[in-house]
C-alpha cells in the first residue's frame, strides 16, 4: 500500500536530518519489517509489496541507510513476485538480487527489476521504474548512466522496428480505413436495426485501426456505435488506452483490464472498449464487424487462420462482415545465385543435416535477381467462410508455374493480395515493388532434380539449389495450407534424394558457412600470429558449427598442440562436422560456455598445460547484421585476466578492430524507425498514433547499403587492440569520447551514423573490410535534421551495460569557430535556429569549408 510521507525532501538540512523525518523514518522501517515478518508468516503478496514499497520509500529519503536496509527490501522484493514469475525469472536479472549482481543503491536495484521485467514482456511496468530509478537519482546526484542504458535496452526490445514500418505503410492505412467505412455505411443502412453497430477489433496494437473505427462512425452520425478492441501486448495495451484517451476524451474507466473510452466529436460518443487479452480468449457478444491485420509475409504465420475461424464461428453474427474477407497467393519463379547461401552450403561439407527453414523472407529489391515468370494464382483463400476454409485445411493442390525465359529457377516467390471486402474493391498486397510496401517476400527453394536411388542417400547432404529452364518449361508446385503455415515445394517425379537427416541447420548458420571473405580474412589472420613452443587454439565463436577452428588450425605457422571450441550446438552434429571435413584429432569441447569460463577451463585442463600460449578465435566478433559483439569483448577482458594469473599469453584473431563512422540519410530507417506522419482519412481528419515514438529505438542493425546515402566521407575514430591484456582499459577509455565528423559532402536529413566495424591485420599491415555485411549504427533522435554541405556531426562514445553505443550530441554549422577546437566538451551546442543562424552568418561571409581540403582516408581523431 502507498506510504504517506509526514515530511517533505527540502526539510532536511545541510548538517543532518530533520528531527521528524528521522522519527518517520523510524515507524516506517517499523511498519514495513513488521510486515515482511507477516508477510513471510502468511505468503501474501500484498504483505510482501506493502514492505517493499515501505522500505523503498525511507531508502529514496534516506539513501545513506541503504547498507542496513538493502537486503530486507531485496527480500520484499523478490518475494513479492509470484511463484510462477519467479521460476522464469529464477535466471534473469531479479534471480541475481540474491548472487553476484547486487546493486549498491536504490536506482541499481530499480533497474535489475526493470530488466527482469523486460525480460518478462512487461515493458510498461519496466518503463515505471525506470522513470522513478531516474528521479531518485537525480535528486541524490547518484550517475545516471545505468538507468538511460536501460532506457535505450528497454525501449529497442519493446516495439520492433518493424512496427514502425507498419505504422508508416500509408496504402495499406488508406485501404483498411476505406474498407472499414464501407462497412459502416453497409451497417448503418440496414433497416429495421434496434440493436447498436458493435465492432471487433483483434490485435489493435496502437489502437489504430480502432481510432480509425471510431473517427469514421462519428462522421457517419451513428451514435451508438461500440467498439471492442482487445491486445495481449502489455505495452501495446497500454499505449493504445493512452492515445484513445488523449484523442478529445472525456474520460477513462478501468475495470478489471478493461478501459472504456469515450469521445466527443460532433455530439456524437463512439464508444472504444479495450481488453487486454488474446481474441481467443475473449468473451463478448457477437459483432456486426470485425477487422484484423494479424498477417505477416507468410500470410498464417502470426496464427491469422486460426484468429479468423475462431472469430467468424463464435464472435461474428451469421450476418456480420469479416476484414480482410478473402486472400489470394500468386507465385514466380525468379533466378536469385545468392540464395545459393542460405539453401546450401559450398565451402564445408555437411552432412545428416536438413534447413531448420523450408523458407527465407527478404525483399526483391535486396537480391540480386531475374524474373522468370508471371504471377500465377496459386491459392484462395477465403477467411469469411470458415466451413469452406476448413475443407481446404490439408487439402494438396497442385500449380504448373511456366518459365517465360529461359534460366535456373532457384526459388519460388511467393505474395499475396488481400480482399479487404467481398466485392474487392479495397485491396492490400505484398507484391514486389508496391510504394511503401512493409511485407517482405517469401522465397521456397527450387533444387536441381537429383534421380538416385534411396539407398545412394546416404550420408545426407544437403541438395543442390537451381533447376534449369528453358522458355516454356514447367517447374510443378505442391501447396499444403495448415492452421499454422504454409508448405510450397517442387512437385518430384519418381525416386528422388531424400535425406535421412539427423540435424537442422539455420540459413543464417548456412550464411556463415558460405562466406568465404570471411575465412580469407580469419586464415590472413592466423597466418599472421606467430606461435612459439606448444600452443593452443580455442575456437570461441558462437557458431554452431567450428568452422573457425577448421580453418585457423590449417592456417597457423605451428600446428597447435591443443585444439578446443565452445560447442554452441549439438555435440554429435559438431563431431559429424569435423569428421566430414577431415579434422584430424579429436578437440576438446566446451558445452555452452562463454568465451572466457571456456578459457579458465582450458587453463585448469592437463590437455592445456603444456601450452606456452593460447590463441583464441573470434570469427564473429562482427555479426552480419554490422553489430559487433559487445559483450564478447568484455568476456576477453576477463579472459586475459585468467592468462596472466597463470603466466600465459592469450593472442586474439582477429587482433585489431577497427571502427569507421559515417552520417547518413535513410527514408528506410526513419521508416523503421518512428512513426512519420498520422493517418489522414477522405474527410481530412487525422488519426495520430505518432505517441508511440517515445519507445522508437536508438540504435539500429541489418541496414542495407542500397538503402542509405552517405552524407560524409567515412572517418575512422579509433582501433582497438584485442591481444593485448590492457583490453579492459582500452575500451574505459572509449567511454565519453567526442568524435567530429565531416565536414558533410552533400546536403540531405540526418537520420543515423553508420558504425562499420572491420578487422585489422597484426601491426597495422591492412584492413579487412566486410563490405556486403548489413550495416549498423545509432539512430538521429531528432527529426528533420537537416545537414548543409560543410557542416560537422558531433557524437559521444559509450560503454556501458548495454555495450558500445554512440550518443548524438548536435551538428556544428559550417563557419562556426568552435568547429576548429574539435571534440572536446568545451563546445557550446545550441538550439537548431541556433545553428541555422550560424549558417547563414557563414555564407554571407564566404567562409564555406572547402570540400578539397578534406583528403580520404586521413588519421584517426582518436586511436587507442
Avoid at 558533410?744 to 572491420?758: L, T
Wanted: aromatic share 6%.
Amino acid at each position: 500500500m502507498p506510504l504517506k510521507r509526514k515530511h517533505s525532501y527540502k526539510s532536511k538540512t545541510q548538517t543532518g536530518v530533520a528531527e521528524h523525518l528521522v522519527l518517520w523514518a523510524v515507524e516506517a522501517t517499523q511498519a514495513a519489517r513488521q510486515s515482511l515478518l507477516n508477510a513471510k508468516s502468511t505468503g501474501s503478496i500484498p504483505e510482501f509489496n506493502a514492505a517493499s514499497a515501505r522500505f523503498a520509500a525511507v531508502l529514496e529519503e534516506l539513501p545513506e541507510l541503504w547498507p542496513e536496509l538493502s537486503d530486507e527490501l531485496m527480500q520484499a522484493v523478490w518475494l513479492g513476485f509470484d511463484e510462477a514469475m519467479r521460476t522464469r525469472l529464477a535466471e534473469g536479472a531479479a534471480g541475481s538480487l540474491f548472487g553476484g549482481e547486487r546493486p549498491c543503491n536504490l536506482p541499481q536495484l530499480l533497474c535489475l527489476i526493470s530488466r527482469a521485467l523486460t525480460d518478462e514482456g512487461r515493458y510498461w511496468t519496466a518503463r515505471s521504474l525506470l522513470h522513478r530509478a531516474r528521479r531518485v537519482a537525480q535528486r541524490h546526484g547518484i550517475s545516471e548512466s545505468l538507468v538511460c542504458a536501460s532506457l535505450a535496452d528497454m525501449h529497442c526490445r519493446a516495439v520492433p522496428p518493424w512496427h514502425f514500418h507498419m505504422l508508416n505503410d500509408q496504402p495499406r492505412n488508406q485501404a483498411f480505413a476505406a474498407s472499414i467505412g464501407d462497412a459502416l455505411r453497409e451497417l448503418a443502412a440496414r433497416t429495421a436495426r434496434v440493436e447498436p453497430v458493435t465492432c471487433l477489433d483483434i490485435g489493435t496494437g496502437t489502437g489504430l485501426l480502432a481510432l480509425i473505427c471510431q473517427q469514421l462512425g462519428s462522421e457517419l452520425g451513428m451514435p451508438k456505435l461500440q467498439i471492442h478492441a482487445c491486445e495481449e501486448n502489455e505495452l501495446l495495451f497500454a499505449m493504445a488506452s493512452e492515445l484513445i484517451n488523449s484523442a478529445q476524451s472525456t474520460g477513462l474507466e478501468e475495470k478489471e483490464h478493461v478501459f472504456f473510452a469515450q469521445v466527443e466529436l460532433k455530439e456524437v460518443k463512439p464508444t472504444v472498449i479495450l481488453h487486454r487479452a488474446n481474441s481467443r480468449n475473449l468473451e463478448v457478444p457477437p459483432v456486426d464487424l470485425i477487422f484484423c491485420e494479424a498477417v505477416d509475409a507468410e500470410l498464417v504465420g502470426e496464427g491469422f487462420l486460426q484468429t479468423a475461424l475462431d472469430a467468424c464461428e463464435r464472435l461474428l453474427k451469421p450476418d456480420g462482415r469479416l476484414i480482410p474477407s478473402s486472400a489470394t497467393l500468386f507465385g514466380q519463379l525468379v533466378e536469385c545465385p545468392c540464395l545459393q547461401a542460405r539453401f546450401g552450403c559450398d565451402h564445408f561439407q555437411l552432412t545428416s543435416v536438413q534447413l531448420r527453414e523450408n523458407f527465407v523472407c527478404d525483399f526483391l529489391e535486396n537480391l540480386e535477381h531475374k524474373i522468370l515468370s508471371g504471377p500465377a494464382e496459386l491459392m484462395h483463400i477465403p477467411f469469411d467462410k470458415p466451413k469452406d476454409l476448413r475443407c481446404q485445411l490439408g487439402f494438396v493442390h497442385f500449380v504448373e508455374l511456366q518459365a517465360l525465359q529461359s534460366g535456373t529457377a532457384h526459388a519460388v516467390m511467393v505474395w499475396w493480395e488481400l480482399r479487404l471486402d467481398k466485392h474487392g474493391r479495397h485491396k492490400i498486397s505484398s507484391r514486389p515493388g508496391r510504394e511503401e510496401n512493409h511485407w517482405p517476400q517469401v522465397f521456397w527453394p527450387v533444387h536441381a532434380e537429383a534421380h538416385v536411388s534411396d539407398e545412394e542417400a546416404e550420408p545426407a547432404v544437403l541438395p543442390k539449389l537451381g533447376r534449369t529452364l528453358l522458355a516454356s518449361e514447367c517447374v510443378a508446385l505442391q501447396l499444403r495450407l495448415l492452421e499454422d503455415r504454409l508448405e510450397c515445394k517442387p512437385r518430384t517425379f519418381g525416386p528422388s534424394k531424400v535425406p535421412k537427416s539427423k540435424f537442422k541447420i539455420s540459413s543464417g548458420d548456412l550464411q556463415w558457412l558460405n562466406d568465404a571473405q570471411v575465412w580469407e580474412c580469419l586464415k590472413q589472420q592466423c597466418q599472421a600470429i606467430k606461435v612459439y613452443g606448444y600452443g593452443a587454439l580455442l575456437d570461441g565463436s558462437a557458431l554452431v558449427q567450428p568452422a573457425a577452428l577448421l580453418t585457423a588450425a590449417s592456417s597457423l605457422d605451428a600446428a597447435p598442440t591443443v585444439r578446443a571450441a565452445v560447442a554452441n550446438g549439438n555435440l554429435e552434429a559438431i563431431e559429424a562436422f569435423l569428421r566430414a571435413n577431415s579434422f584430424g584429432d579429436e578437440p576438446v569441447l566446451f558445452p555452452d560456455s562463454p568465451v572466457d569460463d571456456a578459457v579458465k577451463l582450458a587453463l585448469s585442463s592437463e590437455a592445456f598445460g603444456k601450452a606456452a600460449s593460447i590463441i583464441l578465435v573470434l570469427s564473429d566478433v562482427v555479426k552480419r547484421s554490422g553489430e559487433v559483439r559487445s559483450e564478447l569483448l568484455h568476456k576477453v577482458c576477463v579472459a586475459h585476466q585468467h592468462c596472466a594469473a597463470v603466466g600465459k599469453q592469450l593472442t586474439v584473431a582477429p587482433s585489431c578492430l577497427q571502427l569507421t563512422l559515417t552520417p547518413i540519410e535513410s527514408t528506410a530507417l526513419a521508416r523503421r524507425s518512428r512513426v512519420l506522419q498520422p493517418v489522414q482519412l477522405c474527410s481530412g481528419a487525422r488519426i495520430d498514433v505518432c505517441k508511440i515514438n517515445a519507445f522508437s529505438p536508438s540504435s539500429f542493425d541489418s541496414l542495407s547499403e542500397e538503402a542509405l546515402k552517405r552524407l560524409a566521407v567515412p572517418q575512422v575514430v579509433f582501433r582497438l587492440q584485442l591481444s593485448t591484456p590492457s583490453l579492459d582499459q582500452l575500451l574505459g577509455q572509449i567511454h565519453g569520447q567526442k568524435f567530429r565528423l565531416g565536414p558533410a559532402i552533400c546536403c540531405g536529413h540526418i537520420h543515423g551514423v553508420v558504425c562499420e566495424w572491420s578487422w585489422c591485420l597484426p601491426d597495422e599491415k591492412g584492413v579487412q573490410l566486410f563490405t556486403h555485411f548489413l550495416k549498423a549504427g545509432t539512430i538521429w533522435r531528432e527529426k528533420d535534421c537537416l545537414l548543409h554541405v560543410g557542416d560537422f556531426v558531433m557524437v559521444e562514445a559509450r560503454e556501458d551495460v548495454r555495450g558500445f553505443r554512440l550518443v548524438p550530441l548536435g551538428i556544428c554549422a559550417a563557419g562556426n569557430k568552435s568547429k576548429e577546437k574539435g571534440p572536446s566538451t568545451s563546445v557550446n551546442w545550441r538550439s537548431n535556429k541556433w545553428v541555422a543562424s550560424q549558417r547563414k552568418r557563414a555564407r554571407s561571409a564566404g567562409r564555406l569549408s572547402s570540400l578539397s581540403s578534406f583528403q580520404e582516408g586521413h588519421e584517426p581523431d582518436s586511436a587507442l
